[in-house]
């Protein structure tokens, strides 16, 4: 009885562990199936028959990895023994973390990351194994969404190609071979030529769009084992591999006609498309990535300089490119100098030649750099590298802040006859830069200094570059009061073609025209010619350069309304904030600052 009894005990104890086994294996998320040891479906849950597309009587008892894991992704057998799976009851070896294709009965097929694990039975002599248990789920989502990440962190979003961290990847390994191989690779740098005027003129989108097309050009000029990457902005990167020199000038030379055939029609209006290309042989001899990157986009800034739209070949020992380097290091000079304000101002008087009478006290501010030894260095010095590498637009800043805050404030509450006017030089990335007028707006207002004490001197060339930005400065900043001058006018064939559209108070007439003033007719014509125009229109004119008395009694005869120059004045420091105000005659009144 009592036998009877656990007899019944054993198998309710039996039932319920099944029932709970159920359970179990119906409510995991995972696949969970079993096999024999000949590989046979002995138990399967739901979710794998959901997985796999069949219904349960079509697996149990059926050999499975012919009906679910029977060919590789490229279509190929997998046989039997040598699935992993097998090694579970074949070996007793359990395997954790696979990722194969599983296939479905309707004939497709899903990555499933998969353990199997023996299971052991206590035998009569030794425990054996007497089957499987094989747990798997679907990753493809998960995989996909890995590929997405990988793929958005290489590539660019724009136009599909890959990103500068992939390219200097691809050139590291690159650079790695070389070393091995001794192969003949070549790195070029593509710059878009005058790109911003297709997004000043037509608007971001039109560049984009630009940026997308040409592309597709260069691309369709490459083989397929070469990488196209975009590095950023209009800049473009390429990695020829087993290319000879001969062969890497006549690919890039390609890429050079491809974008010059191009036309890119935006709303009808058709603009032409140039690149400018630097080309760097790889050799075992370049240490690195940047050291290979400097060098190609050292060339193709040379391949810029020499009027765009070309190849440059870089050579270590090239001319240009130790100007270049020179120019580099001036970067570094310049920006200490801002930092340790090593930058210095002097002015040259502006002085009437008569009919206006004395007039109010006018200076060109001049900028100078006080070298580490304390010599003064000459603007023509460093303002080439500031330009190139875009620091005039925190050195023009420099120049303003220092002028109105600690010079004009000086002399703000001077009678309007006597307000001096403090003539500043504005490159063209200043021009550019559209929150100038607001900055001078308000360092006019902190200090309460009056708008008319600034006049702001723009270049010619600068001003017809950027006209429609030129336009928009001046306006903005003659609504405040303050005053302008365009700079160096005549110096190019088209001055007065502009000169209707730049309402400015001043026309300074180019050196090139004053100092021949004397024994040139010709150009004492063209000075005549600029000055009437000028009154015609309202605006008094300055003749720069004027370094005789002969050319100063000349510039009265024509009319010219003020000059500078050395037979006026020198420039001058301006003098230290606390020291005495400059007389008219643009000298400090310390003696000390005579020429
Ligand atoms: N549309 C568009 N413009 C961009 C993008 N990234 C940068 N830019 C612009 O590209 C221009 C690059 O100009 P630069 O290369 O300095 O000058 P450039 O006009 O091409 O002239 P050069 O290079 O001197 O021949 C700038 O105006 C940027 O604002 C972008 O993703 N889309």
Known sequence: ?????????????????????????????????????????????????????????????????????????????????????????????????????????????????????????????????????????????????????????????????????????????????IRGDGEAYALLYLDLDRFKVVNDTCGHTAGDQLLRQITARLHERLRGRDTLARLGGDEFGVLLEHCPLDQALRIATELRDAAQDYRFVWEGKPFSVSVSIGLVPLSATIGSVSAALAAADAACYAAKEQGRNRVHLYQPDDALLTQQHTQMQWVSRLTHALDTNRFRLYQQVIAPLGQHGQGRPHHEVLLRLLDEEGRVVEPMAFVPAAERYNLMPAIDRWVVREVISHHAVQQRHAPLAERPIFAVNLSGSSLADERLAEFVCGLLAEHGVPADMLCFEISETTAIANLSRAIEFIRALKREGCLFALDNFGSSMSSFAYLKQLPVDFLKIDGSFIRTLAEDSLTRAMADAINRVAHVMAIETVAECAESAPILALLKELGVDHAQGYALARPQPLPEADAPAPSADGYGRNPAHRP
Request: aromatic share 8%; with cysteine.
């Open 1 to 177: 009885m009592k036998e009877i009894d656990e007899r019944r005990q054993a198998e309710q104890t039996l039932r319920q562990s099944e029932a709970r086994f159920r359970l179990l294996l119906e409510s995991a998320g995972e696949g969970i199936y079993g096999l024999d040891t000949e590989g046979r479906c002995t138990f399967v849950n739901e979710a794998a028959l959901t997985m796999l597309g069949y219904a349960r009587d079509e697996l149990l008892g059926r050999e499975t990895h012919s009906l679910i894991h029977h060919s590789h992704a490229d279509g190929s057998a997998y046989p039997a023994q040598e699935c992993p799976i097998y090694d579970a009851f074949h070996k007793g070896q359990p395997t954790h973390g696979l990722v194969e294709l599983l296939w479905r009965k309707d004939g497709s097929s899903f990555p499933a990351e998969y353990s199997a694990q023996p299971l052991r039975e206590a035998g009569q002599e030794a425990e054996r194994v007497s089957g499987a248990v094989v747990v798997f789920h679907d990753v493809a989502e998960s995989q996909a969404l890995r590929h997405l990440l990988s793929y958005q962190a290489t590539h660019d979003a724009l136009t599909g190609l890959v990103n500068r961290q992939e390219f200097e990847r691809q050139l590291e390994r690159m650079l790695i071979e």
